[in-house]
């Protein structure tokens, strides 16, 4: 069997949050030792988790049943994504990644890139064939991947008061 075929993303349940926060708590000290300002001031935390899975917006990417990832994925509109200064390649609907975080025991193994060539596979699954994510200016790593699964940068969006990276990708 191929790794691809090992690989699932799936929706995550209310038991994985323990596991799911320890990625998440990895990725903010992650972030923390990287000197970026995202993640540092107590979000996201284990409500927004919860909160994620029961409105189905959770999801875990997976070798073999150990989760190697976590996002949030929401098919509806994000409202922070109706003013950008800037402007999106499309107005169609679209999917929207948040709070992507990979287990500190998959690093360097380009599982962020394959999670999010799943969700490609997803959304089209779905009919939804436009995926829009942001990410802080000193993100580096998710700056990279975006740049590399050729995602166009549309300009700022604001969350919670801090100008964020805007990206959109079409999938065509």
Known sequence: MSLTEQLLLRKANLS???QIWEIIQDAIEQRRQDGSSQWQDGYPNEV???KDIENGFGYVFT???SILAYAAIIF???PAYETIKGKWL???DYVVVHRVAVSKLAKGKGIAT???ESLEDLSRANNVFSIKVDTNF???PMLKILDRLKY???GEVYFRGSARRAYEKRLI
């Open 138 to 140: 000193d993100n580096i």
């Open 48 to 50: 927004s988790i919860e």
């Open 16 to 18: 994985e949050i323990p």
């Open 76 to 78: 509806d509109i994000e």
């Open 114 to 116: 394959k999670l999010f």
């Open 152 to 154: 166009t940068y549309c």
């Open 63 to 65: 070798e073999n049943e």
């Open 90 to 92: 499309s107005n169609e």
